[in-house]
């Protein structure tokens, strides 16, 4: 008889996996999109007010340039990361969707809009989402291995999750820390 814990390590392997991608993603896009439009960078005074007031003066001033203009794709996008530092994931996923309706190319607001799905337990929107990316980026390495999470521990749909994987063990631009869990993830299906 085997051991119910162990059935659940490839799961939460998976899914600490999954968190910690993203993580470097959206770190690695924040600071460089910080760096390409330092208009949106706060500059503090020298007061000692807490970092909480900083992001809700932050949220106030791109709120306004959203009322000013709908469609401001800078503003939208602040407004999605800010949610997401402060983990309000349905607040988050409003912007991101909003900004997918201003930009349906925009793979990057659509990445974050699978995670805020994620977040939210709608994994089959997620994938939707994920399936989008891979089309206008059939390698994009994110994509391919939170799809491949999303099919074998939430879908139900290990084969499918299965392929994703492959896919990313065999596409040749993607990253070779991707490849490596893709690669563990695959050995853990088969039994090492």
Known sequence: MS???S?????????TGLVLVALVLMIGYSVAYRWANPSLT??????????QNDMTDMIGSLMQRLEDNPEDADALRGLGQAFMRMQAWSQARRFWERLVAVE???????QRLAMCLFRLEEYAAAAKELSQVLRAEPHNGFALFNLGVLYTHYLHDPKQGQAYFQKIVDSPGVS??????AQEQLEARNGG
Do not use: C
């Open 176 to 181: 070779p820390e991707i490849k490596d869990q």
């Open 104 to 110: 349906p190319e925009n793979t990057d607001a659509r």
């Open 3 to 5: 051991n119910p814990l």
């Open 7 to 15: 059935r659940n390590r490839p799961h939460s392997a998976a899914a």
């Open 42 to 51: 706060i500059h503090r005074s020298h007061s000692h007010a807490p970092e």
